[in-house]
C-alpha cells in the first residue's frame, strides 16, 4: 500500500500539520487525512493543493488550541461534501470540550493557565465544529490504531499505522523529550505511563511529534532512564 506523509509546521507555537496520503478512490485529488491543523490554513490548504491530496479525515492528538486553530477554515474550503466525500473530524472523548459549544472557554482557561494572554485566543478565535468520531483505546481510525496516552492532555492519544510504521505522538513524546503536565488535565505519572507504552513498542517505528522533528522509537529509548 503506498502511503506518503507530508508536513507543514505552522502557526506561532509552532506545531507540525501532518499530512497523510491514503489509497486513491476516484473521487478526485488524492484522499488523505489532516493531523492536528494547529493554525494557518492558508499555509495547509495551498500544501494541499500542492500535493493535489484531498482530506477525506481531520484527526486530532489532543484538543489544545495550537492543534486545531485551523478547523473552521478548513472545513469552510473542503466542507463535509467536498468532492462527494464526507469529511470527517475525530477527537479523543476526553478531550471532545475543545471542540462544539462552549469550546472557547475551555481553550481560553487552558491558555490562561500556561501563563499566556487569553486574548490571544480571542484573536484568532472563529467558532469550533463538533467532531464526527470519538475514538477511544483501540480504535479503528482510518489506517491508524488509536493508542490512548494520557499525561499531556486527558484525552491524548497516539495514532500508529502498522503497515507503514508511522506513529504520530502528538504532545506526549518529541525528539529527545516529552510534553507537559502543568496545563488542565495533564497528569506527569499518567504521561510516564504513557511514554513507557510508546517506547516499549518496536524501535523502527517513525515518529512523527506535534512540535520538532521526526524521530524513532529506538532513537528515544534513553528517556526512559529519566522517570
Not at 18 to 28: A, I, K, M, P
Not at 136 to 165: I, N, R, W
Request: glycine content about 12%.
Amino acid at each position: 500500500m503506498d502511503k506518503k506523509i507530508d508536513f507543514v509546521t505552522v502557526g506561532d507555537i509552532q506545531t507540525n500539520c501532518w499530512l497523510y496520503s491514503l489509497d486513491d478512490d476516484g473521487s478526485g485529488g488524492k484522499p488523505c487525512i489532516v493531523i492536528d491543523p494547529g493554525d494557518e490554513a492558508d499555509v495547509i490548504i495551498s500544501r494541499l493543493r500542492e500535493l493535489n491530496w484531498v482530506p477525506h479525515y481531520i484527526f486530532l492528538t489532543h484538543g489544545h488550541i495550537d492543534h486545531l486553530a485551523a478547523l473552521p477554515e478548513l472545513l469552510a474550503v473542503y466542507g463535509k461534501t467536498y468532492t462527494g466525500v464526507e469529511l470527517k473530524l475525530g477527537i479523543h472523548s476526553l478531550d471532545a470540550h475543545y471542540l462544539g459549544k462552549g469550546s472557547l472557554e475551555a481553550h481560553r482557561y487552558s491558555f490562561s493557565a500556561s501563563g499566556g494572554n487569553v486574548a490571544y485566543v480571542d484573536a484568532i478565535w472563529k467558532p469550533m465544529p463538533e467532531a464526527d468520531l470519538f475514538y477511544e483505546e483501540g480504535s479503528t481510525a482510518g489506517p491508524f490504531t488509536v493508542l490512548h496516552v494520557p499525561g499531556h492532555t486527558q484525552g491524548s492519544v497516539a495514532l500508529y499505522d502498522e503497515k507503514t510504521g508511522a506513529l504520530f505522538s502528538g504532545d506526549t513524546l518529541f525528539k529527545g523529550t516529552w510534553g507537559r503536565t502543568d496545563l488542565p488535565g495533564g497528569n506527569e505519572e499518567q504521561l510516564h505511563q504513557s511514554l513507557k507504552r510508546l517506547l516499549s513498542m518496536n524501535r523502527e517505528i517513525v515518529v512523527c511529534p506535534g512540535h520538532g522533528p521526526p524521530t524513532t522509537i529506538g532513537e528515544e529509548i534513553g528517556l526512559l532512564a529519566e522517570f
